[in-house]
């Protein structure tokens, strides 16, 4: 009986009472995750394909440390608005927290028994947030201390910043609207890759990676603006269509060779 499982019941309900939000869930709840809804994830489902590697630090902080606050402040930083706890009681299988209570006193969203899903504490639901230039992180932080983390997440929660609107239009593109100036970035809680690009009416704008390993877009706009990002695949696309097109090659090299073969053979049997 699926429907009786605690990975069943998490995904399913985050599926309908948190549509496009990101959250982290841990062990066999992640593992899962997606045979269920289309919940995005920080961690869980297919940990080995993580293009930003500073997240395996991020990932291990959130497991293994202590402190309530360096956890939130990362699950924030990475677009995280839930978190899946899971205490002694947990129905999940390998209960990877070395210390579950420093989730505790956070809002519950839902609870069964050991299991919980709590609330992240943050401005809104979005992956995209006009910031300033001094707002984004001047350094990569250590991944067991939040603190120079603090002036971008201040910023994150800055009321006088306009908020930024991000929705998914697809697998490999995504818009963002916002009311902006022109000196404000956008910071766009995605793992940069070589084959993003954004553009506003058509135009292309400048992005680039922060140092947390997140998309930072510069749309140049003076009041509403839309911006579209588009993902053409990057190396990875063009290397696998060269390896396409070399091995479709090859393999028709090697039917003409044969062909040729055979012919030179049926001339000389008829001949003999």
């Known amino acids: 009986a699926i429907q009786s499982t605690v990975e069943y019941e998490i995904s399913t309900w985050l599926g309908e009472h948190l549509p496009g939000r990101r959250v982290f869930a841990p062990g066999t709840i992640g593992f899962w995750m997606n045979a269920f809804s289309d ?17 395996q630090d991020v990932i291990f902080q959130i497991y293994a440390g202590d402190k309530q606050e360096t956890a939130l402040d990362y699950l924030r930083a990475f677009g995280c608005d839930a978190v899946v706890g899971g205490a002694a009681a947990s129905r999940e299988v390998y209960h990877p927290y070395a210390h579950p209570e420093k989730f505790f006193g956070l809002p519950e969203l839902w609870r069964e028994g050991g299991d ?30 939040s603190q120079l983390l603090k002036p971008y997440l201040a910023a994150l929660d800055d009321p006088a910043l306009p908020a930024a609107a991000f929705e998914w239009r697809g697998q490999s593109a995504a818009r963002i609207t916002a009311d902006l100036r022109p000196e404000q970035l956008l910071s766009v809680q995605v793992t940069f890759d070589q084959g993003w690009h954004a553009g506003v009416n058509g135009s292309p ?26 993902w053409d695949g990057g190396a990875e696309r063009r290397a696998a269509q060269w390896t396409s097109r070399a091995a479709m090659a090859f393999g028709l090299m090697w039917i003409i060779l044969w062909i040729i073969l055979w012919r030179k053979r049926s001339i000389s049997t008829t001949t003999n």
């Not at 709590?118 to 250590?142: I, K, Q, T």
């Not at 992005?207 to 990002?229: F, H």
């Open 205 to 230: 704008r400048r992005i680039w990676s922060d140092k947390l390993g997140q998309l930072v877009v510069e749309p140049r706009c003076a009041g509403p603006c839309t911006v579209d990002l588009v």
């Open 39 to 55: 919940t995005a994830m920080l961690t869980g489902g297919f940990d080995n394909g993580i293009r930003n590697t500073f997240l």
């Open 116 to 145: 919980v899903i709590y609330a992240v504490p943050g401005r809104n639901g979005s992956l995209a947030h006009a910031v300033r230039a001094e707002d984004l992180p001047a350094e990569r932080p250590p991944g067991y201390s």
